[in-house]
């Protein structure tokens, strides 16, 4: 007995279909206007408000938009969206995310608490191997090498765990 999958343009036709049904539900939609010859910080605001208000209750889509206000000064505006993320059904992943955020604006505690949560939420090899990355970039090399231990003990073959811990003891972190 044959099973049936579909074809590459009924899945195109489908996801087609729901972007669709997205606008004329009155989703906004991005128009030229949201940009053209607008300094690049409004620009930047219009775009950024028709994604927010695309993303729903997306966490990883919140999480993503508040990755650029945090990074671009608005810290308070990417804060609060990390904070409606996290306020839904939180995976694992959507702290690990917001950790990776921190890391990249050197803020290296709040970095670390993330990925705390991520790692008690589900304690996932490469998850370990980042918090203790940034347990090492953040000078408790001691408390990071146990971690490194741990994560080594999971898979000591574990290719991005070993790139993450070899980056934290030069200053870099994980990707």
Sequence with gaps: MKTWKPSKAVVAA??????AARVLAGGPSLTAASFEGKD???AAAAILS??????????WELIGIGR??????????GQALFDKATSLKTEASDWRRIGKVYAEAREFDKA?????????AKSED???????AMLNLNGKRPEAEEAFKKSI?????DFWNIVA???SYVGVRPD
Excluded: R
């Design 14 to 19: 489908f996801v087609l279909g729901a972007a």
């Design 40 to 42: 690049p910080k409004e």
């Design 50 to 59: 028709v994604a927010e208000a695309q993303a729903g209750h997306g966490s």
């Design 68 to 77: 650029i206000h945090y990074l671009s000064g608005d810290k308070t505006k």
């Design 112 to 120: 670390e608490a993330a990925l705390q949560k991520a790692v008690t």
């Design 126 to 132: 490469t998850t370990l191997a980042e918090l203790a």
């Design 153 to 157: 003990a999971k898979d000591p073959n």
């Design 165 to 167: 811990m070899a980056g």
